[in-house]
């Protein structure tokens, strides 16, 4: 078969449909018919033409094989492949080598290694943000308070921190061994056992396997620093070591991952279930509405505080508005929705269409996940882009700088800059005639448990094991990652979550995928009834009744942010303790299947590092290198259990998963359908 052909197939999607959003749909038409483009506009563009020529794929074949190389001013250099489209393919000279020698062995791997430094540089550049923010609020330096002081007490129990001390002591020496993890000791030497908090949460055959494959990592910039060096011209050409040192990347991502949902606990508080609703309406024209847009929450914790205060109230009336409208777009509104009911509003291939409405006043951002087409739409309507982050500046935005330790004054300047611009809409405004999803949100894993503890308070896991060895939990899947155009943005999610939800696989979810969920319909009850499995019903029925509601659990439980991703680990972690085994063995699988940013791409290596399947729709450009192919989706499941699936149609890769949760129940000598 050609390598083309699947990303041929990749393509189909989406010329098809463009989403699986009604609302989506809709505001892209708008947009389109205000002669505006949007992502998905330009998305559509490549599909016709391609360097003057028809293209089959849509993009350069060689990047899309992960065959051009830009490392140094040498370059680029492209690997001549016989599946490249036969005009492009002619403008490439017939050599399997670079110009330094470097074979498409070599460029696909380091070019694999490269995407993975910089996910792992966003997720821990973020831990280092709110574990200074911890550190600081320990030392009364911020007017942030340590909301879930058991979460921290946890915390410090596993780490081995004196429980006896002061909460502020405790919390102070937990921020300081998290900036260890990620900076390194603070005397210089090398965290030789490695990360404090991967030894402390992992299994120990998780943790064992980590060290004798020399995975295990040390600190995240210390690790990010030799990849760098790595990936240096004239440096590492083996491709094996490269992908090795992907895993070893990807694992120093999840335990930023973990450290940051830990303390975003500490500080903010654990999330508990809450009803609240999904969708491009939940914008209202009457309001002041402010998008709160990113990655780190403890932004809008304060936004969301001083709206509700009577100061702020008045002020938006004054204004001629009816109140303030706080809504959640990606990340940071997957935090405020689990910890406050905030609305969703979409994720970040909506959000210029959210600006399309006229009605968002301002639009906050703070760092990663901001496209550029967001402040390009802004600039055609009345909405103020603010950045806050020296990180991720924005041409012509509002910038008002965050720091910790005024953030209050901060909040005040945004909401005013807010309010200030209701007056300056356009006349004309235009939500979509679609209502938002009912969604339950916030299966924290200490929510989860306290809801089991209601079938058995003395091990709560029991139920949930019981179940999984019984059959009547046939698997869990993760659901996590990105939307992408590339693809039939949310069906790729709700398609596969429906079909596995059918074959009674529990899903759970976080991130942009928990969003598609929601818009999907996937995390309210009535999916229960009309698209799980008789055995799964019945469990999330039990467990319904059990936490007191008069109604069954959704299929999908929505875990978080993407940084949540980590409750996922922990859960999986408390089950493999529990039955004394790594997370190989568990019958859990995980579909990134729109992913799209860097950091994706290295969550998902951390996964299959730690031992688990992880499934992908969007062809990753590894393809050039048979090598590399090989080793990702076959050869690692030697390694650490875990190994890529890449297959664009959520269908296949729903019998897929099922077929390697059955391999695993088979294993375990557990019932298989």
């Known amino acids: 078969m050609a390598k083309l052909e699947i990303f041929q197939r990749e393509k189909s999607f989406r010329q098809k449909k463009r989403t699986g959003d009604p609302a989506t749909q809709h505001m892209i038409d708008y947009v389109e018919g205000l002669g505006l483009d949007c992502v998905f506009t330009r998305q559509k563009r490549y599909e016709d033409k391609l360097l003057g020529v028809i293209s089959k794929s849509g993009r350069c074949d060689f990047g899309l094989l992960g065959i051009c190389c830009r490392q140094c001013l040498m370059g680029p250099c492209r690997i001549w492949h016989k599946d490249v489209d036969t005009p492009l393919r002619i403008n490439a000279p017939m050599q399997s080598r670079g110009t330094c020698g470097a074979t498409a062995d070599t460029i696909v791997a380091r070019n694999w290694l490269v995407y993975h430094s910089r996910g792992c540089a966003a997720h821990s550049t973020t831990c280092k943000e709110v574990a200074e923010t911890l550190l600081k609020t320990a030392r009364g330096q911020t007017t942030y308070e340590l909301k879930d002081t058991n979460k921290l007490k946890d915390v410090s129990l596993k780490l081995g921190i004196n429980g006896g001390a002061s909460n502020d002591v405790i919390a102070q020496e937990i921020a300081l061994i998290a900036l260890s993890d990620i900076m390194g000791k603070p005397d210089g030497l090398s965290n030789?056992?490695?990360?404090?908090?991967?030894?402390?949460?992992?299994p120990p055959k998780v943790v064992a396997r980590l060290k004798e494959l020399e995975i295990m990592p040390t600190s995240s910039f210390e690790d990010l620093a030799d990849a760098d060096h790595q990936a240096v011209i004239g440096m590492m050409t083996d491709p094996y070591y490269f992908i090795m040192?992907?895993?070893?990347?990807?694992?120093?991502?999840?335990?930023?991952?973990?450290?940051?949902?830990?303390?975003?606990?500490?500080?903010l508080g654990t999330p508990t279930p809450v009803a609240t609703k999904i969708g491009i309406n939940v914008l209202n024209e009457k309001m002041v509405n402010i998008a709160v847009h990113g990655h780190i929450p403890t932004l809008a914790e304060k936004i969301i505080h001083w709206s509700d205060s009577r100061e702020f109230k008045d002020k938006a009336r004054l204004a001629g508005a009816d109140g303030i409208n706080i809504v959640g777009v990606c990340c940071t509104g997957a935090e405020v929705l689990q910890r406050h009911k905030i609305a969703l509003a979409g994720n970040n291939l909506q959000e210029d269409l959210l600006i399309a409405t006229g009605v968002v006043?301002?639009?906050?951002?703070?760092?990663q996940c901001s496209y550029p087409s967001t402040h390009n739409m802004a600039h055609k309507f009345h909405t103020k882009i603010i950045t806050t982050m020296k990180d991720a500046r924005v041409p012509d935005a509002d910038h008002i700088p965050f720091r910790a330790e005024s953030a209050d004054e901060w909040a005040k300047q945004v909401l005013d800059l807010a309010i200030s611009n209701f007056a300056k809409r356009p006349n004309k405004v235009h939500l979509p005639p679609y209502e938002p999803v009912d969604a339950i949100c916030g299966f924290s894993v200490?929510?989860?448990?306290?809801?089991?503890s209601k079938l058995d308070a003395v091990n709560p896991l029991k139920p949930l094991i019981d179940n999984i060895v019984n059959g009547n939990i046939y698997g869990v899947c993760l659901v996590a990652s990105c939307n992408t155009p590339k693809l039939t943005t949310d069906d790729m999610y709700n398609v596969l979550v429906r079909e596995l939800s059918k074959h009674n696989v529990l899903v759970i979810a976080t991130g942009c995928a928990a969003g598609s969920c929601g818009r999907g319909g996937m995390l309210n009850t009535q999916a229960t009834a009309r698209y799980t499995g008789d055995k799964l019903k019945a469990v999330l029925t039990a467990i319904g009744q059990a936490a007191g509601l008069d109604q069954p659990l959704p299929p999908v439980w929505h875990m978080g942010s993407c940084v949540d991703n980590s409750r996922a680990v922990n859960l999986a972690s408390a089950l493999a303790v529990t039955l004394g085994t790594g997370f190989k063995e568990l019958p859990i699988v995980v579909s990134a299947a729109e992913a799209v940013t860097e950091k994706a791409v290295s969550i998902g290596s951390g996964a299959v590092a730690l031992g688990f399947p992880v499934h992908v729709s969007v062809v990753p450009p590894v393809l050039g290198s048979p090598m590399v192919s090989k080793l990702l989706t076959v050869d690692l499941k030697e390694l650490t259990g875990g190994f890529y699936i890449v297959e664009p149609d959520p269908l296949i890769a729903a019998k897929q998963l099922l077929g390697i949760i059955t391999e695993k129940r088979k294993a375990l000598n557990l019932p298989v359908n």
Request: charged share 20%.
């Open 192 to 202: 030789k056992d490695g990360m404090r908090f991967a030894n402390a949460y992992l």
């Open 245 to 267: 040192q992907s895993l070893k990347i990807g694992v120093a991502d999840i335990i930023a991952l973990l450290m940051t949902t830990e303390i975003h606990d500490i500080l």
């Open 361 to 367: 006043d301002a639009f906050l951002m703070d760092v």
């Open 446 to 452: 200490e929510a989860c448990v306290g809801v089991l």
